[in-house]
């Protein structure tokens, strides 16, 4: 697996904007399971379909869908906690997974569920990538960078040696407070 956030695999991440035409067929599919409620199932799955769209950009995922009632979720990279690529049957099938994408929020389930790409795994990469802190070549800046890469080794070895020499002397005088009468 590449981590580079750069890497020409996931500058294709930047370019997805609508899901694949394979995620229409996997709602037929799902709705004509229902038997006689397909009319009624069918309406707004084609509807979320044909307004569903994605924008991946160097902050972060942004995801609308909906007609009458608008919803769009946005999240920044920083803000991501985990991922989980999942998928039934039918869409593997089609060659579909949905990633799941959870945040610190109080909510246990998903915060974002991204469904109907055929390039899921790359997706998958690059939001591990990102989230993980990666530089960013084109702008120059670091993004969720750890705070322990920014200090030198040695100078976070001569701060731990201090803390650990301060340590000992405190419980040598709790030590010797103890055997005092």
Known sequence: MNDNPDAPGFLDVFRIERPAPALMKYYTLVCLMTGPLF??????????????????DREGISMRWGIIFRREINLTYSRIQDIHLTSNIVERWLGL???QV??????????MTIEGLHEFEHVRDFLYARMRGHSDKVSGTVSAAPAAETVPDTELAATLRQAAASLAEAAEIIRARRGAP
Request: aromatic share 16%; no cysteine.
């Open 97 to 99: 997974a949905r990633i």
């Open 39 to 56: 009319p009624i199932l069918i309406v707004p799955n084609y509807f979320r379909y044909r307004t569903l769209r994605y924008r991946f």
């Open 102 to 111: 959870q945040t610190a929020s109080a909510s246990s389930s998903a915060e």
